[in-house]
């Protein structure tokens, strides 16, 4: 049984960026205006995420990491919307099979904050003989979630693991795509024990300055607005994507779909040939874009890491989004 869990986890959880991109989407969805990301060892070490968000209720704490419990079902009467957005109650379980977790968290309505371990799914005592009870203790209203040793328990899956600068590198790839998706959110992402920063981003800030911020000002004075809204696909896209006097070295693509960071092969190959007749040969863009989609038109049996994504009438929505960029392009004198 435990194995089982071990397996479905490490098939969730295959880098550390897997569990902190989870533990973001959680600490977006909980209302933050406040996510302060900690990393050591490329988040094999730690991996710990402080939010400013709605907290969870004492009550709820013992169930918190058993599969398939989630909160945010109510809210989406449509069933659909689990598999869309992620709503499956299968992040914290995952995480606390295979890593050591610990939860501080505060409601509003609530005189104290209270601190638990998981292991296996289950509350554990901190220390071999302690009670495994949630500890009442001091916070701030949010949650706190530390994960410590990711892949404690699978030497295999640790052993993979080349260097944690690039495990880091895909961290803050990761991190630097929600702060520039989530306006009104204030990001920042650091290694523990540097003084650096390595992302900081105000909450006030606009998705522009936050590419200006993330990313840099070369691009970020090279923006053209993107906005296609259709009703016979049932979409909506808005974005801003690097216009003909900017030419990368490679495609830099921040996609959302339903405010979901993912992966799009077809998206992305599509916007590259748009761009080819414009920029310098090899020259490729940067594309900041978010799809609204209704929930029933995106495909909901993708695998479980939900990083490619697909949906119905893909190829017509991806002709309108590269025809509105192609307006775009032509638009600019060069
Ligand atoms: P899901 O996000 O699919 O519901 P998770 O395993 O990611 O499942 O989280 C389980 C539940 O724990 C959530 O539904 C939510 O109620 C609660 N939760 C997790 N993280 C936070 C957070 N940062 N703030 C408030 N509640 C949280
Ligand atoms: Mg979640």
């Not at 709503?87 to 914290?92: H, K, P, Q, T, V």
Request: hydrophobic content about 35%; proline content about 3%.
């Amino acid at each position: 049984e435990d194995v089982v869990n071990k397996i479905a986890a490490g098939e969730i959880i295959v880098a550390p960026v897997h569990a902190l991109k989870e533990l973001i989407e959680n600490a977006v969805d909980a209302g933050s205006t406040s996510l302060e990301i900690l990393v050591k060892d490329g988040g094999l070490k730690l991996l710990q995420i402080t939010d400013n968000g709605c907290g969870i209720h004492k009550d709820d704490m013992k169930i918190l990491c058993e599969r398939h419990t989630t909160s945010k079902l109510k809210a989406f009467e449509d069933l659909t919307a689990i598999g869309t957005y992620g709503f499956r109650g299968e992040a914290l379980a995952s995480i606390s099979h295979i890593a050591h977790l610990t939860v501080t968290t505060k409601t509003a309505d609530s005189s104290c904050a209270w601190k638990a371990q998981y292991a296996g799914g289950k509350l554990t005592a901190a220390k071999p003989g302690q009670s495994a009870e949630p500890k009442a203790c001091a916070g701030r209203p949010g949650t706190q979630i530390t994960v410590e040793d990711l892949f404690y328990n699978v030497p295999s899956r640790r052993r993979a693991f080349r260097s944690a600068s690039e495990e880091y590198s895909k961290i803050a790839d990761q991190v630097g795509r929600y702060a520039v998706h989530c306006t009104g959110v204030a990001f920042s992402c650091k290694k523990h024990g540097e003084a650096g920063v390595g992302i900081a981003v105000p909450a006030t800030a606009s998705v522009r300055d936050r590419i200006r911020i993330v990313h840099n000002s070369s691009i970020a004075n090279e923006l053209i607005d993107v906005l296609v809204t259709n009703n016979q696909y049932g979409f909506k896209a808005e974005g801003l994507v690097s216009n003909a006097n900017y030419s990368g070295k490679r495609t830099s693509l921040l996609l959302f779909i339903n405010h979901r960071s993912v992966e799009s092969t077809s998206i992305k190959r599509a916007i590259e040939q748009t761009y080819a007749p414009f920029l310098p040969k090899g020259g490729k863009p940067f594309i900041y874009l978010s799809l609204e989609i209704d929930p029933a038109r995106v495909d909901v049996n993708v695998h479980p890491t939900k990083r490619e994504v697909n949906f119905l009438n893909e190829d017509e929505i991806i002709e309108l989004i590269c025809d509105e960029i192609r307006t775009g392009l032509g638009k600019v004198d060069t």
